[in-house]
Nanobody, 121 residues
């Protein structure tokens, strides 16, 4: 069974940095793309950043130049380096894999349980 587990969230002051990690356990047959999403209280979940299997990245306008998504395939881990954090970055952050778990299986979304990031002085 595949599982995604996020870590690295916490409380940070405005202007500070955090690095989120998403460790994948189990076996994916093929991963099409990975990403980070966030959901603030009272708001819908929104895309933060994505990275495809060939390394192409995409960022929400609100985080461009401040956040960097990367992956370590050998460690089956996805990262989100966040810098120059702002109070409006406060949210629960979720990692996502769009993947298939066996040959011929359909691709679908896999989600972690989320990690809280709070930016406050």
């Amino acid at each position: 069974q595949v599982q995604l587990v996020e870590s690295g969230g916490g409380l940070v002051q405005p202007g500070g940095s955090l690095r989120l990690s998403c460790a994948a356990s189990g076996t994916f047959f093929s991963i099409n793309a990975m990403g980070w999403y966030r959901q603030a209280p009272g708001k819908e979940r929104e895309l933060v950043a994505t990275i495809t299997k060939i390394g192409s990245t995409n960022y929400a306008d609100s985080v461009k130049g401040r956040f960097t998504i990367s992956s370590d395939n050998a460690k089956n881990t996805l990262y989100l380096q966040m810098s120059s954090l702002k109070p409006e970055d406060t949210a629960v952050y979720y990692c996502n894999y769009y993947a298939a778990t066996y040959f011929g299986g359909r691709f679908k979304d896999f989600w972690g349980q989320g990690t809280q990031v709070t930016v406050s002085s």
